[in-house]
């Protein structure tokens, strides 16, 4: 069992940054594949970001890439989202999930949320 809390999000202005942080509870951690979401006001929820268990190979939806990393630090139990040049359709909640079987594969955890607004 995994226990997921993001932190992190907030509002700011188009072209700012943020750094998106998720802390996992359990000394498994390092042997998951994280993820990020995000699920915007009447949309579905849609993949972000994300990275192996190991941290060596990751992959972004379209719309992030070059603008988003995600990272992680397995001795902390911690994964990032650095966000930057950030846009007012990168508004939504954020959510972070962890998979026993693979960052293209299905997520078996899921962390609360953090809200992210971006004004104009």
């Known amino acids: 069992q995994v226990q997921l809390v993001e932190s992190g999000g907030g509002l700011v202005q188009a072209g700012g940054s943020l750094r998106l942080s998720c802390a996992a509870s359990g000394r498994t951690f390092s042997r998951y594949a994280m993820g990020w979401f995000r699920q915007a006001p009447g949309k579905e929820r849609e993949f972000v970001a994300a990275?192996?268990?190991?941290?060596?190979?990751?992959y972004y939806a379209d719309s992030v890439k070059g603008r988003f990393t995600i990272s992680r630090d397995n001795a902390k139990n911690t994964v990032y989202l650095q966000m930057n040049s950030l846009k007012p359709e990168d508004t939504a909640v954020y959510y972070c999930a962890a998979s026993r079987t693979g960052m293209r594969s299905q997520y078996d955890y899921w962390g609360q949320g953090t809200q992210v607004t971006v004004s104009s």
């Open positions: 990275m192996t268990w190991s941290g060596g190979s990751t």
